[in-house]
């Protein structure tokens, strides 16, 4: 099983895809049933940590929210910090991709809550919009693995996701992807049903404990099968054309459909 939240923390990328176990939640220290008091000591904490503690203090964050039925009394305290956090002066690039793809997940985990997942829309709508705004102006030569994939797909692949040793390497502790990764590893002549897991990170509805950054993951595990020889491509490029053209079947995001979109050689 999967993440409950998809961030990392101190910079290593394979904790991305790692959870956060409840009991080691710092929420659960404040004994009150208020969503507004935990919000405020969100608010209180947060803008005076230091950038590593500031990653782990987010991951608390997605967890909290993970954890209990999603309310929209619970979200109305919580979307707005997490806004003006994401767009202060002191939250750096790797907070701002950490809460984005944080409430990309809360989208996941609650998408057969309309009412709750079309809030969040509007909130990561007008965030995409800044922060792509922000990247461009802090990394004029590129942005990083995991932003780069979220913010700019048309550009592809970031050079850890497109490199096969590294990519190998963040994916080892990713159970939902492990066999696809390993039958490429292991240059696999077809892949046939190893195929089956990208089918079912995105079906409709999308299942609940796979993070929006483990479905960014499985297209560039996509990107990497087509290279094994012909018959992977065509078995690759098969796939993501019925991902893209069936809506009722499979669910992506806007991101997700432009990297398949431009996966490399698809329109060859």
Known sequence: ???????????????????????????????????????????????????????????????????????????????????????????????????????????????????????????????????????????????LEWSRELLTPASGLSSKLGTWEQFDQMLRSEPNLNTLRQAIGNQEPSLGSKLEPIERIFSEPPPKNVSAQTRVAAIGLLTHAKRINDRTRTEVFNLITRLLANQTRYFLFPHEKTLLNYVPGRHA
């Open 1 to 143: 099983m999967l993440i409950e939240n998809p961030l990392k923390i101190a910079g290593a990328v394979s904790a991305h895809l790692q959870p956060l176990k409840a009991q080691e939640l710092r929420f659960a220290e404040i004994s009150t049933d208020s969503h507004a008091e935990v919000a405020n000591y969100f608010n209180q904490r947060y803008y005076s940590k230091h950038k590593d503690d500031k990653e782990k203090f987010l991951k608390e964050v997605f967890s909290y929210l993970a954890s209990p039925a999603l309310t929209p009394n619970l979200l109305s305290h919580w979307l707005p910090a997490l806004e003006i956090a994401c767009e202060h002066h002191k939250t750096f690039g790797v907070h701002r991709e950490l809460i984005l793809y944080g409430l990309h997940t809360l989208i996941l985990q609650n998408y057969q809550n309309r009412g709750l997942t079309q809030t969040i829309y509007v909130a990561v709508n007008r965030l995409m919009e800044s922060q792509k705004i922000w990247f461009a102006r802090y990394f004029p030569n590129g942005l």
